[in-house]
């Protein structure tokens, strides 16, 4: 079960204001479970209107150095490689395709928001802070079997009123799957919260119904992942049209799918080696 798409965690926010916001963050995933790495990045992000850009600086998730654009609302997201003089291009829209038409099951979705009362200042600037609860199963047919889990995400977010035409917009928000289980999940993750995020922590349990084994190895039945980011400095900045586009001497190369950073799985097998 290896490899299996379910959502891509990059996550990109869109604003329609005439000036360009720039700002910096740290993110770091950590995982209950000794065998998965502690990844973490430091990076730049310029959003202007539809376009946006994120470079990498520090951190194990990318190589510092190379960034990621997009210039439609990131149905197509073009990661860059100075050093190589190449990029490669992902079609977020191809992958929501893929997903829907894969055996993902959704079902017994559940959610409720909260807000909480307090409200420190990140960044320079007064936040709200709102907790989003999301409980469904999710069932994989492997050769025959049905591999079920229960999942529960915990989503704190501490958002800012102070760009007031701002909203929280992953690409997912923009993109149909086709199954309605997945596009209602993806729905909920991605429009319940609004504001621009200054912080957000996200807490994602599952728990796994495995079939009887009598191999004398354990499998665990239960996985936790806690996705972590924040912005040290946010401002406006004055919009540029050569931030969003990549040099002429760069060439493509093609890639079977999406870089392994940029996506999450669900699987209770150790990762490939």
Avoid at 108 to 133: C, F, Q
Avoid at 187 to 212: C, I, K, N, Y
Wanted: charged fraction near 20%.
């Amino acid at each position: 079960m290896k490899n299996l798409l379910v959502t891509v965690a990059l996550t990109l926010i869109a604003a329609s204001a005439s000036a360009a916001i720039q700002y910096e963050f740290v993110q770091k995933n950590t995982s209950a479970d000794p065998v998965e790495p502690v990844t973490d990045l430091t990076a730049r992000a310029v959003i202007d209107g539809d376009r946006s850009r994120v470079d990498f600086v520090g951190g194990n998730l990318y190589p510092p150095g190379t960034y990621v654009i997009s210039t439609d609302g990131s149905r197509r997201l073009q990661f860059v490689d100075p050093t190589k003089q190449w990029y490669t291009e992902v079609n977020t829209t191809s992958v929501a395709t893929a997903l829907g038409a894969s055996n993902i099951r959704i079902s017994n979705l559940k959610s409720s928001m909260e807000t909480r009362d307090d409200r420190p200042v990140i960044a320079g600037y007064p936040t709200e802070h709102s907790r989003l609860t999301i409980t469904y199963d999710i069932s994989v047919t492997m050769k025959s079997i049905a591999l079920k889990q229960h999942v529960r995400t915990e989503v704190d977010t501490w958002t800012t009123s102070q760009f007031p035409s701002a909203t929280v917009m992953s690409f997912l928000s923009g993109l149909r799957t086709g199954n309605p289980e997945i596009d209602r999940l993806l729905e909920v993750e991605s429009t319940r919260v609004t504001g621009f995020p200054l912080r957000q922590t996200v807490t994602t349990r599952a728990v796994a119904d495995l079939p009887p084994s009598r191999s004398e190895i354990k499998t665990p039945t239960s996985r936790t992942i806690v996705r972590e980011m924040w912005v040290t400095s946010i401002r406006e900045v004055p919009p540029d049209s050569a931030l969003f586009s990549i040099p002429p001497a760069y060439r493509r190369t093609d890639v079977q799918e999406a870089p392994k950073a940029a996506r999450e799985t669900v699987t209770f097998d150790p990762p490939a080696k």
